[in-house]
């Protein structure tokens, strides 16, 4: 990666984002236009700045630090985010006129953003929506959605079962809304948490997935987005990473 200073005047002064190191490490970028990128973001990072995360170690600083690099004249900035543990794919706009373009066709459902998960138990049916309205509720132990309280959003998950195995079911769903949240939410209130999910799933269960495979972080992966761009139909897929693949394997 160069490390010559950034000349364009939209960053100010030479930029220092990220550790370059870090960011060859954990930026990958998998799909790249002039428009946008798409990333392939690993489990543990951050899809931006905050509390208990690094400086330096979000998908937000080691994109500014990549653009300082490729003396970009606009920090390229996420269209959307992903939890932390959750990996996959994420749309980063390359210039201002683009972000808005891509957040708009978000809010329109014009972007078709599909995911893998493992849920406890078998759902009695293979195909089906969940719809309900969340509502952001905050506390010490973090932010959380309510499932149906007063002033919520409408929030819609479409899924369809991939592979029942014993005690659980691989699902691939289909976002119709995207709140916070909400495939985490959205699955626990069908009493069908996700595997390794800290703030809505079963204890215990974690605690002996974590001994039997291994599993040591959320599963739920970001696996395809899909929408149109100048004429030209984007498909960008992204396998469930190995440790999830291990998981499978073992049960």
């Keep these: 990666v160069s490390t010559s200073p950034n000349k364009n005047s939209g960053w100010g002064k030479p930029a220092e984002f990220s550790d370059r190191n870090f960011v060859q490490e954990h930026l990958n970028i998998i799909h790249e236009t002039a428009d946008f990128v798409i990333v392939n973001k690993p489990s543990g990072i951050a899809s931006q700045p905050g509390s ?120 691939k769903i289909r976002l119709e809304t995207g709140r916070m949240h909400q495939i985490r939410a959205h699955f626990a209130s069908i009493e069908h948490p996700l595997a390794g999910d800290s703030r809505y799933g079963d204890f215990a269960l974690n605690r002996d997935l974590k001994k039997l495979c291994g599993l040591q972080r959320l599963f739920l992966h970001s696996c395809r987005l899909e929408f149109d761009w100048k004429g030209h139909h984007i498909v960008q897929d992204s396998p469930l990473p190995k440790e999830l693949q291990e998981v499978l394997k073992i049960l």
């Design 52 to 171: 208990g995360t690094r400086p330096g170690e979000s998908l937000v600083d080691m994109l500014w630090q990549w653009g300082a690099d490729q003396q970009m004249e606009f920090k390229p900035t996420i269209a959307h985010r992903l939890d932390q543990e959750t990996s996959g794919l994420v749309i980063a706009a390359l210039h201002g006129d683009v972000l808005r373009d891509l957040t708009r066709m978000l809010r329109e459902h014009k972007i078709e953003k599909s995911y893998f998960a493992l849920v406890q138990g078998n759902i009695s049916k293979e195909k089906g929506t969940i719809r309900t309205t969340l509502t952001r509720t905050d506390s010490a132990k973090g932010a959380k959605m309510e499932i149906d309280a007063e002033g919520g959003k409408e929030s819609v998950t479409h899924y369809s079962v991939q592979r029942h195995l014993k005690g659980f079911d691989l699902v």
